[in-house]
């Protein structure tokens, strides 16, 4: 493990962010290497569920024609269609089944990048009791950041895993990392901020 990383206790929440086959290597939006962060997810969840902490997976889950898709002017190709072969988790990725399973961007004119945009999700995490949350996930730029941002401004004390992340585009990724330095988030693994 690496030094500094949190090490999951009962109080806790792991987040899984988007790690759904249409962001990874042959899916729909692939974020490249995408899927190499799956065992480093499932050694998490591993640890989570030994400690009884929990475990909440994050999905993006959209309607056909979601506002964020290029056919309605928005910045992607469409992806992670409900109920589609795509919005599927990962195949390797082995959650609990007592997961919580938070599904964003359903709202056919609304996208959501941060699970905590989710009304009430940032509520039911306090009402078991979670004051810290360790994330990991797609992408780093997008969902895992506002993710974050979000916990963050809701009191969580909030860890982001950086080797559980990928951005879809390096310099994003870097700049995605300030953000969370600068609002508090405690960047695990990463590289020498100068
Ligand atoms: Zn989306």
Redesign the pocket.
Known sequence: MASGAMRLRAGDALLVVDLQRDFCPGGA?PVPDGDKIVPLANELIEEAVAADACVVAVR?W?PPG?A?FHEKGGP?PP??VQNSAGARFHDDLRLPENAILVSK?MALEQ?Q?SAFAVEGFADRLRSVGVRRVLIVGLTQEY?VRESALDAVAAGFETHVRLSGTRPITLEKGREAVEDLRHAGVIVEDGEDKS
Do not use: E, K, R
């Open positions: 939006l993006d959209h979601h964020s992607w992806h992670c961007g996208d990048y969902c």
